[in-house]
């Protein structure tokens, strides 16, 4: 990771390029997930998050972590990892976007089960909205920081795959009864949040379909017609063609389920540097950050994964030692394009994605149901 001591400059850097327009993407369009970032020290954090800053990057997804000191005691939430974690992401002028996750009394570590006990799950994410959201706890204690408050919850991860919810039997029904009771405790104190459908990961052999999964929500829980914020999305795929291809089923599938104006994010997406060439990552992050903004989908959010590699997955976009690879320029270019901070210019005109016509592009995104390529 970058350790120097040179952010303070350019965090001021990006500040004057603030200035600049940024009317092509919606507001906080552009982020990064950054993983097991938000365990790290605050001398870790502070580097880190100038970096992202000066790459022009918006949002940060992280977990909210959940922690109970005991079961049989009436809750109470330390907040010390993630008050750190907020503060330096808002003194550098990133916006939290968590996903709260997971329930607290479910391990945080690979296979968690389903939450146990929804309402304290709800009633987390409420109080964490109550700290953490506009005019919160938080921020009535650190007067001084940039206004930056979480507007966007997004509500567990993956919750369609057998990796992050047990048992998948009834995750569909269970899951929109999560989401409904998530989304009423933060809207009781944060009325004009976002409350987000956690990323759906694409439909495969430990997973159920996802849009498969959003129907039996609905079908379970028909209130959920009106009661959609968002819906997160996870496309891993092998090109951007079928990367494009599961969006706009998607897309078809919330029309018919809640309507256009329901917006969907893609909170995760990504390839490989152990599958792919770095040149290949380059050059589909880059294109996918130029068009999205622009395409006819109701795209509001692009968050790629990652930052840096968890394990060796490979799809970090810098190195351990702070250098960026191909994929992270190219990608971080096209966010200041299309922001408005890059002497290049950002591409005009309208990408149509969503809303192609012609018989072969049903039988098209048919075929491509379970190309899954992650």
Request: with cysteine.
């Amino acid at each position: 990771m970058r350790r120097n001591g040179v952010w303070l400059a350019v965090v001021l850097l990006v500040a004057c390029m603030a200035g600049t327009s940024e009317a092509r993407v919606p507001k906080d369009f552009f982020g990064i997930d950054v993983g097991p970032l938000i365990d790290d020290s605050s001398e870790d954090q502070v580097p880190e998050m100038a970096t992202m800053a000066a790459d022009g990057l918006q949002v940060l997804r992280a977990q909210a972590t959940t922690v109970m000191p005991d079961d049989s005691q009436r809750r109470d939430w330390y907040w010390s990892q993630e008050d750190t974690f907020m503060l330096n992401a808002a003194a550098a002028g990133l916006r939290w976007y968590p996903f709260i996750g997971y329930s607290p009394h479910s391990p945080s570590g690979p296979r968690p089960k389903a939450p146990k006990r929804l309402p304290e799950y709800a009633a987390f994410a409420g109080e964490f909205a109550q700290r953490y959201g506009p005019g919160g706890t938080f921020w009535q204690e650190h007067p001084g920081l940039p206004d930056l408050p979480v507007t966007s919850y997004e509500i567990w991860n993956e919750e369609n795959s057998t990796v992050y919810w047990r048992p998948q039997r009834t995750a569909p029904e269970r899951y929109a009864e999560l989401y409904l009771a998530a989304r009423k405790a933060i809207k009781r104190v944060q009325p004009r949040a976002h409350v987000i459908v956690g990323g759906l990961a694409l439909g495969g052999s430990h997973t159920i379909d996802e849009v498969h999964f959003l129907r039996r929500m609905v079908a379970h829980r028909p209130s959920l017609r009106r009661n959609l914020d968002a819906v997160a999305f996870h496309p891993y795929q092998r090109s951007v063609a079928h990367v494009y291809a599961r969006i706009a089923r998607l897309r078809r599938a919330i029309d018919k389920l809640a309507g256009p104006q329901v917006p969907i994010e893609i909170t995760e997406l990504g390839w490989s540097k152990k599958y792919f060439p770095e040149r290949v990552r380059a050059a589909d992050l880059a294109r996918v950050a130029l068009e999205l903004p622009r395409s006819d989908c109701n795209i509001t959010r692009l968050i790629p994964f990652d930052w840096i590699d968890p394990i060796s997955a490979g799809f970090g976009l810098i190195n351990f030692d702070g250098s960026v690879r191909p994929s992270g320029r190219a990608y971080f270019h096209s966010v200041k394009r299309m922001r408005g901070l890059s002497s290049r210019p950002a591409p005009n005109g309208r990408v149509r994605i969503c809303q192609a016509t012609g018989r072969g592009s049903g039988r098209a995104a048919a075929r491509l149901r379970s190309s899954s390529a992650r």
